[in-house]
């Protein structure tokens, strides 16, 4: 189990790495979406971590990094100074940065502010704009009452295709979304729920491979149309016939189709 100490709290992450060591790798780091943590990635690590240096981290207050105190600030620039004091810690220079919905809006943030820390994207079912039938599921009273894993509960099949995962992974996953305190879910989704990427998707510099469910209701497809579009060096993959939640239900093709963009993007980089 690993920490490591930034600004006012201590990341707890997880380095993977099968590489061969007569060379030195490159480094993906997952990001997980809300109200998760890193054992959520635990599918991807052994697919992706015999060529990167694979690295897991707890965002704030979720796993087991530090749960900051109600009414502490939680914003998104805190979120991408989270991420650029933990890659200096790390004395990573440029990552390639893989997350699943909000964890992709840190990613897109960080390339924004910092891009050349950023040698890619990619993105699983992650809105540009949270939709408002979306962010109307989220009920803060709720959540304060019964914890996260009743909105876990509650929203299953909006964020899952539930006969594309094992009931077994169903109950795991809403038992670990429920361990997220409920002023840190209620925090993360509000600052969530204010942004708004459209207007500045046409300066993210770093090549970008979007991966969705066409049947999103999360990240519908319009806003992946337009994601394709406005990022100059974007690859729109959409999984016909799924919905959100595709790192989950389908891990195998999401890193299939990452290698071979990663490897597409190395080769016209050289």
Sequence with gaps: MAFARIGDIDIHYDISDFTDPWRE?????????????????????????????????????????????????????????DAMGFLDHLNIEKVHWAAEASGGIVGMALALAHPERVASLTLCNTPVQLPKATNDLFVEEEVEKFGVGYWARKTLRTRIDVEKVSPEWIEWSIAENDKTPRHIAIAQHAEMARGNFFPHLHRIKAPVLVMSGSNSQTAPIDQMNQMKQSIPHAKLVLFDGYGQGIAFMAPERCVSEMLAFLKETTRLAS
């Design 25 to 81: 790798s490159e480094v993906v780091l997952l990001h997980h979406g809300f109200a998760r943590n890193i054992d959520f990635w635990r599918p991807w690590v052994p697919l992706l971590a015999r060529k990167y240096r694979v690295i897991r981290m707890d965002s704030r207050g979720c796993g087991k990094t530090t749960v900051p105190a109600p009414g502490a600030p939680y914003t998104l620039d805190l979120m991408v100074s």
